[in-house]
């Protein structure tokens, strides 16, 4: 069973930029459909970017749309979020995720779909 460990959370100021970090625990990584989640403190988590194995399919809600870029380094096993343009609405904690299943722009926003999640990293950005 793969695991994921997240990184790079941290506290930022409104404008800047963050980059997250995802590895995974085992090389079959390349297969998965991997996506990162949000959630903020009485929220529901929320859908922020997803990313087939093959690279150039790539899935953003409009909330995040040209502000956060999601890649993947599958020699690293690891899945990236960078985040630039940072508002105080993107505080929450960011959870990486991921599935063996194929998937499609309809399931991969949904947190149901992911067999597979990390532990999760913090992101503050402060006004």
């Known amino acids: 069973q793969v695991q994921l460990v997240e990184s790079g959370g941290g506290l930022v100021q409104a404008g800047g930029s963050l980059r997250l970090s995802c590895a995974a625990s085992?090389?079959?990584?390349?297969?998965?459909?991997m996506g990162w989640f949000r959630q903020a403190p009485g929220k529901e988590r929320e859908f922020v970017a997803a990313i087939k194995w093959s690279e150039s399919t790539t899935y953003y809600p409009d909330s995040v749309k040209g502000r956060f870029t999601i890649s993947r380094d599958n020699a690293k096993n690891t899945v990236y979020l960078q985040m630039s343009g940072l508002k105080p609405e993107d505080t929450a904690l960011y959870y990486c995720?991921?599935?063996?299943?194929?998937?499609?722009?309809?399931?991969?926003?949904?947190?149901?779909?992911?067999?597979?999640w990390g532990q999760g990293t913090q992101v503050t950005v402060s006004s």
């Open positions: 995720a991921g599935t063996r299943r194929i998937s499609s722009a309809a399931t991969m926003s949904r947190p149901e779909w992911y067999e597979f």
């Open positions: 085992e090389r079959s990584f390349i297969m998965y459909t």
